[in-house]
């Protein structure tokens, strides 16, 4: 990735975090199934995939990691949370949908102030949460 691109995430809207943030989330979830998983098909590995990024499973995170977030962590979720996109896709509720992206925008949002290893924690406890906790 070009690293001379200069952002300023205090000037982009916490959906353009989340847009980042969703690939951070889906980045990390596959690295994570290869290293641990040992899926022998591809086919195994992006169903697997699909029940870790779902809209449910990232909104369920936000409850499973809340004695993790820091202040400014809880802002920047209350921000993506409170956001209005304009758009809820229809396999999701709306509050499903906003606690999802606010886990996203955070995720992103930290990716932009060069907190990378802010992510990778996080992240990392974020599928050892999910693994433990969701069916």
């Known amino acids: 990735m070009p690293n001379n691109l200069e952002i300023n995430a205090g000037e982009l809207s916490p959906a353009l975090w989340a847009y980042l943030g969703d690939a951070l989330h889906e980045l990390g979830t596959r690295k994570y199934l290869l290293a641990v998983k040992k899926y022998g098909t591809t086919g195994a590995l992006h169903r697997e995939a699909v029940r870790l990024v779902k809209a449910e499973s990232q909104a369920r995170l936000v409850q ?27 396999h999701t509720d709306p509050v499903t949908y906003r606690h999802s992206t606010a886990w996203e925008g955070l995720l992103g949002y930290l990716y932009l102030t060069g907190k990378e290893e802010r992510v990778e924690d996080l992240l990392g406890k974020a599928l050892k949460a999910l693994e433990e906790n969701i069916t």
């Open 64 to 90: 499973l990691l809340a004695e993790e977030f820091t202040e400014e962590e809880k802002g920047i979720l209350r921000r993506g949370r409170n956001y209005k996109t304009g758009h809820i896709p229809v």
